[in-house]
Nanobody
């Protein structure tokens, strides 16, 4: 069964750092773009960052300069290094692989996510 397992979240003070990891199963990981998304209570899921299969990186304006996405295809893992965290970064974080041919569609089923809480 193809699945995603996110980890690395936690409670951190403003200005702190966390590193999220997402491990994928299956055979397509190295062939697809991978992204991080987040959803805060009462809000829709939003894009955070992505790294393409070719290694290009894109970020939401709200995290640009603070977050860094990377991937290790041998380990089928995508990472999100989050620095200078702000209370507004508080959310459940998920990874997935967007299907470029079908907007809004993803190659994996959504995992359980990992909670990030930024609070003093």
């Amino acid at each position: 069964q193809v699945q995603l397992v996110e980890s690395g979240g936690g409670l951190v003070q403003p200005g702190g750092s966390l590193r999220l990891s997402c491990v994928a199963s299956g055979r397509i990981f190295g062939l697809v773009d991978m992204g991080w998304y987040r959803q805060a209570p009462g809000r829709q899921r939003e894009f955070v960052a992505e790294v393409t299969s070719g290694g290009s990186r894109h970020y939401a304006d709200s995290v640009k300069g603070r977050f860094t996405i990377s991937r290790d295809n041998d380990k089928k893992t995508v990472y999100l290094q989050m620095n200078s965290l702000k209370p507004e970064d508080t959310a459940m974080y998920y990874c997935n692989a967007p299907n470029r041919l079908r907007v809004g569609d993803f190659f994996y089923s959504w995992g359980q996510g990992t909670q990030v809480t930024v609070s003093s």
